[in-house]
């Protein structure tokens, strides 16, 4: 029994320092590298918006064709919805496929212009894009409610974690980290320390413009790890209930040795 229970003990340690499925932010040079002041983050360029698979793509057409008659003036007239597919492209009348993931509209639009030439006097079309599934920013981690959040409806990241119904109490507010795509659609990784969140200041806080992709996680602390550690192996793995009692008799007037009996509740 002895070694079993010394077996345990060893497991509980071991996964205090490194729990199943936790998400644990790099420590020495790496991360202070990518420390930044909530200002800093404020200061981060922000990259223009492309457009992706799924996104849906309001397209005005600004030109007349060459050859003009009723039906292509009232056709002209009326802007199209165009939803981008999987592959990244969308049909459109006269030029059939066209590629569209990974451009700005302004970037689709003249593209759109060069090959409409053939058929449109001063060829033109306007390009919006008025929904797109991938405009959202994630809240994950240690927070209460972790939750995809629209664009349009944060300004700051302290708005998004408040949204997710804030921080748990296992959660670590220096190392929140922030996922950001680049121009080149890799996320670049940065921190930002929100312990002090609540303190007012005298020149206030720089808020945070998001980006759509963005990724906000909040790491558990130590402590939070290693209870979820124990969690793990004390509720889930062992072949008894939480509650471990050890019961202690001894036979008055013999010479019977103290018999120890351990009890799983």
Known sequence: MKKYLATVVICLLATACTPMGTLVPPGGEAFRARLLKPEDLAKLPLLPTRVRAGDTLRIVPDSQPATMDLRNLVEDA??????????????????GRVEAAGKTPDELAAEMRSRLDAYYREPGVTINITSSPSNRVIVAGAVRNPLPIDLGALVSIEQAIFAAGGLM????????????????????????????????TEQGRASLSFQRGDIIFVPKSTAGNMADGIDVYINQLLPFSRAVG????????????????????
């Open 169 to 200: 109490p296992a959660a670590d507010p220096r190392m929140v980290s922030l996922l950001r795509m680049d121009a080149q659609d890799r996320y670049q990784v940065y921190f930002v320390d929100l312990s002090k969140m609540l303190e007012p």
């Open 78 to 95: 009326q802007s199209q919805n165009y939803v981008v597919r999987g592959d990244g492209s969308f049909s459109y009348r006269f030029i």
């Open 246 to 265: 050890l019961n202690f008799s001894k036979n008055i007037g013999s010479n019977d040795s103290t018999v120890t009996t351990i009890n799983g509740n």
